[in-house]
């Protein structure tokens, strides 16, 4: 299908930027209407980012027929009913992660968009990532031979742990695992292709304030294809305060190599294989950096922690808006959020129950 995309965003706070900021730079999509409940958030981004018009009526909004698709960027607990409300008014949606605050949820929206048939896709934007792409071809081609573990990191520093969503369950739904962890459990589920989860195991809580939600996690996940070792924390302390300190790092190792990324590190993404066969002799000695695709410099904004020269959002959109258009598969798909879901669901009961969780019960 030709022509462009109408799209809504709803929810125009910080993540919200990066949305707004990429689906300006996707030829094919048509910026309509910037919602919030907040109407001077609202009319910020209509001015800022170019939407035609805003408002604070969602559903007025989702009763034109201009708009195909909706973008939703709002607390993650309010994540699950305005999937709903976008898929029964035959739109499209794109939802920031986590998916939605509880598997229920995640269940209904998958149910809910097949019956529909409109495109859902859960925004995992690190799946959008030069190197999660690259690390993701020498995987399947063998070169670090067959991945057995998988470690990953990403942890942030919040200095008021009183003010925000973020630490009220009400409109969080939880803590780090949901807000920070998933990413990783979205990174290593593409990397190793889908692999079966075995058990989940999670050791998790509020070590560094008085609040209600978790600010430090480290899930284990045993998978038929490797064990996986997530963690995060929303409270490190680091140079550079709460805009710089960011740590974002995975590394998979292999039977014959390991691949790592670290988005502070320069360059972020080094590979090792020992298979001296794989590569050009020359480079098999030791870690080499792959070239990777640079993003035009006027597609860098609001990159967040991520270099600007492999900033995802852009990629992300144009995915999206495509699929919806051409009728392709997304990327992560409400299939793929599910799953993601599930890994979380069964890592908060895991950790509330003081166990481990066979296939069984983590239901994956
Ligand atoms: N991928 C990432 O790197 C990343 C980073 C930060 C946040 N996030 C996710 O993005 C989401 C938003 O986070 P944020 O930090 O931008 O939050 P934020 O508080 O900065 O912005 C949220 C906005 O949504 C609006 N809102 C809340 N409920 C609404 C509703 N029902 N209808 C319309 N507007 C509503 C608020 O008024 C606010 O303007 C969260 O789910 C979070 O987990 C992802």
Redo the contacts with the bound molecule.
């Keep these: 299908m030709a022509g462009s995309l109408g799209v809504v965003l709803?929810?125009?706070?910080?993540?919200?930027?990066?949305h707004a900021f990429a689906l300006s730079k996707v030829p094919n999509a048509k910026l309509i209407a910037s919602?919030?409940?907040?109407e001077a958030?609202?009319k910020r981004f209509k001015d800022r980012f170019g939407f035609e018009t805003c408002s604070?009526d969602?559903d007025a909004t989702l009763a034109r027929a201009d708009v195909d698709a909706v973008v939703?960027?709002?607390?993650?607990k309010?994540?699950g009913?305005?999937i709903m409300k976008a898929l029964e008014a035959g739109k499209h949606v794109l939802?920031?992660?986590?998916m939605t605050a509880s598997v229920e949820e995640s269940r209904a929206a998958v149910k809910l968009s097949r019956k529909k048939n409109r495109k859902l896709m859960v925004?995992?934007?690190?799946l959008f990532l030069p190197p999660v792409e690259r690390a993701r071809q020498i995987i399947e081609q063998g070169l670090i031979g067959e991945p057995f573990f998988f470690k990953a990191i990403m942890a942030w520093h919040t200095p008021d742990v009183t003010a925000?969503?973020?630490f009220n369950p009400e409109?969080?739904g939880g803590g780090v695992i949901?807000?920070g962890n998933?990413?990783h459990v979205s990174n290593a589920l593409y990397l190793l292709g889908d692999p079966k989860v075995q058990s989940v195991y999670a050791e998790y809580g509020a070590l560094t304030a008085d609040i209600k939600v978790e600010d430090t996690a480290v899930i284990l996940v045993r998978t038929d294809k490797a064990i996986l070792e997530i963690s995060g924390s929303n409270r490190l302390q680091e140079p550079g305060g709460a805009t710089v300190a960011f740590k974002d790092q995975w590394q998979v190792f292999g039977t014959k190599g390991t691949i790592a990324w670290d988005a502070a590190a320069r360059p972020t993404f080094r590979v090792f294989t020992s298979d001296k066969d794989a590569l050009d002799p020359l480079l098999s000695n030791g870690w080499v950096s792959p070239k990777l695709p640079v993003m035009p410099p006027d597609h860098r904004e609001f990159s967040?922690?991520i270099n600007g020269e492999e900033s995802p959002w852009v990629p992300e959109h144009q995915h999206f808006v495509d699929a919806c258009l051409n009728d392709t598969p997304v990327r992560s798909d409400g299939e793929f959020g599910l799953k993601t879901q599930l890994i979380l669901d069964a890592a908060y009961k895991s950790g509330r129950e003081g166990r481990k969780l066979p296939l069984e019960e983590a239901g994956v």
């Design positions: 709803v929810g125009c706070g910080g993540i919200a930027r990066s919602v919030d409940i907040d958030a609202a604070t969602l939703i960027t709002t607390s993650s309010s994540h009913p305005l939802v920031q992660k986590p925004s995992f934007f690190e925000g969503w973020p409109l969080a949901l807000d998933v990413h967040m922690h």
